[in-house]
T-cell receptor, first 112, second 114 residues
Framework: QKEVEQNSGPLSVPEGAIASLNCTYSDRGSQSFFWYRQYSGKSPELIMSIYSNGDKEDGRFTAQLNKASQYVSLLIRDSQPSDSATYLCAVNTNSGNTPLVFGKGTRLSVIA | KAGVTQTPRYLIKTRGQQVTLSCSPISGHRSVSWYQQTPGQGLQFLFEYFSETQRNKGNFPGRFSGRQFSNSRSEMNVSTLELGDSALYLC?????????????FGPGTRLTVT
């Protein structure tokens, strides 16, 4: 059974701080990793994808992947109250012919 | 490009009835996946269609079914509705290029079964 684990939170950070969200996965053959943001009552929105070990930066977001340790993380710099949402980690084993496996998400609250 | 669209957005049905939900993927995307999201279970995969064929199937009873048309639009059907089927049903379309791909969700259909 392929599993993706996330701390459910809530993770509370002050405005302007760095929020660090973590995700571990069980399938060592996983190759594709994604972070989605979901606001309450809305659908998930893709914010980052990462396929290789290391860091990938996009604006205030940085995804970090460590396949040896089987974890992927998302850093949000200069956190804003508008970043308050649930962040879902998703993992896939191959190049897209199998479904994404989602974690249950971490709820982030950015306090002004 | 227009995003993934789903209709209807909200639906109220009675136990025992059936329901059909519709999804139109992003233009050019041939893969459509369906998910059920509930507060307790999170996002659970229902099935995926690619080029009108079911490519993957989740662990849901046979009351849940789907299909995909030649224009990539997809429908899912739930028969004999149960109270536990109340959920947000999400459709996602996927675009693959080489070893990378991206999956985008539609706004969802909120189904309430009374």
């Amino acid at each position: 059974q392929k599993e993706v684990e996330q701390n459910s939170g809530p993770l509370s950070v002050p405005e302007g701080a760095i929020a660090s969200l973590n995700c571990t996965y069980s399938d060592r053959g996983s190759q594709s990793f994604f972070w989605y943001r979901q606001y309450s009552g809305k659908s998930p929105e893709l914010i980052m994808s990462i396929y290789s070990n290391g860091d990938k930066e996009d604006g205030r977001f940085t995804a970090q992947l460590n396949k040896a340790s089987q974890y992927v993380s998302l850093l949000i710099r200069d956190s804003q109250p508008s970043d308050s949402a649930t962040y879902l980690c998703a993992v896939n084993t191959n190049s897209g012919n199998t479904p994404l496996v989602f974690g249950k998400g971490t709820r982030l609250s950015v306090i002004a | 490009k227009a995003g993934v669209t789903q209709t209807p957005r909200y639906l109220i049905k009675t136990r025992g009835q059936q329901v059909t939900l519709s999804c139109s993927p992003i233009s050019g995307h041939r893969s459509v996946s369906w998910y059920q999201q509930t507060p307790g279970q999170g996002l659970q995969f229902l099935f995926e269609y690619f080029s009108e064929t079911q490519r993957n199937k989740g662990n849901f009873p046979g009351r849940f079914s789907g299909r995909q048309f030649s224009n990539s639009r997809s429908e899912m059907n739930v028969s004999t509705l149960e109270l536990g089927d109340s959920a947000l049903y999400l459709c996602a379309s996927k675009y693959a290029s080489g070893n990378s791909y991206e999956q985008y969700f539609g706004p969802g259909t909120r189904l309430t079964v009374t």
